[in-house]
């Protein structure tokens, strides 16, 4: 049961964490439709996963692994640019969204974000999905032991759900601009995780051919099968015997993206008291 | 609406692609059996005399814990058996073996499929997850 548990919980993650990051932003700016849009297109990626495994299994074919690989190299790299596109607009845009939301102003200059809020809940549940519904299908199709195999992956799936969840709940508790921090140093981690995600499946698709070497061994941090090390993998990327280019890009993201994410802004219009410091 | 909408074509879309590929080679007959354990990839049937063309593959793991098949050509000249451990893996790279195919995540007591065109040869199956290539997860084979 275990290690099916661990592959479930992974494979969730991200898509659960992106979902609750963006989910806790709608409600936070009270974009109720925008909300209720992210479900549908969250329940469409599910649907369709779920629709190509079964359909995959009923003319007895697996989905060949370069192609589903460089497929979902594909969706990593678009939803790096959803994340980036995401962390730079909050960063931008955190002083004059908090005006906004205490006027509870209606604002159209939002609407095309939204929407591309939207589309990446969507990506990053199908990017993921894909993998999901494959193994998934195996626990429960070609599984000696269904019982044990079964419950595993759905407790897993179900856990990284429930930890999605425990973000968007304490999203919504957070203040605005602590929220925006926070959010936008996670999603940083998580798009140089999905960067050197996308690294690992064009290598595997055949399609990069340089830097495979291996840079180090992160057996001992992200051992395979155990539950930490599948948080590790499924939230940040991390790979047990990382190649020279996964790291490479790992760290050509996440370090400039975290400088500019946590560097304090600073104010423009009216000098003064520095960010943080007004009495809470 | 309209962003749901778009989203369902790009689903669409993707969903034909995939099935167009996945559809693309006739099913074949019998699948030749391997077995993963925790520390040896075996043949369960007859590894002998593996004819070129589409073969099919179907891989169990009998071990206890996560396991992967990945299926490598192997250069003349290369025993795949003894290639060089770096950072705890098989360095498959540095002798020149290509993956024709692979499947991750196959938990225990599941079964997957493979299958691959094959050109006479000399292949090999290795798990390469950290470890277990040293302890003994690889087998070679030929296809005449």
Redesign the interface.
Known sequence: MLPTFVIGLREGLEGSLIVGIIAAFLIQRSERRALRDMWIGVVAAVGICATLAIVLNAVGRSLPSKQQAAMEGILALVAVGGVTYMVVWMKRHSRELKRQLESHAQSALLTGSMFALVVMAFLAVLREGIETAVFMLAAFQSSSNVAATGTGAVLGVAVAIGLGYAIYKGGIRINLSRFFRFTGFVLVLVAAGLLSTAAHEFAEAGVLTVGLGRAMDLSWLVSPGTIHGSLLTGMLGFQPVPTVAEVALWLAYAVPMSIYVLWPQRPTARAGAPVGAQPA | ?R??R???VV??V??LA??A?????S?SSDAIEVSLTDGAITFSGSSEAIAAGDVAFSGTNDGS??HELELFSVPDGVDATSLDV????A?T?AAGM??I???E??????????SADLEPGTYAFICN???HYAQGMVAEFTVS
Do not use: K, Q, R
């Open positions: 609406m962003i749901v778009h989203g369902l689903a669409a993707f969903l995939s099935l590929w996945a559809c693309g080679g099913p814990t996560v770096s950072d705890n893996v360095d790279d290509d993956v195919d692979e499947v995540d196959i938990a225990p007591s599941t079964t997957v499929e493979l997850l950290p470890g």
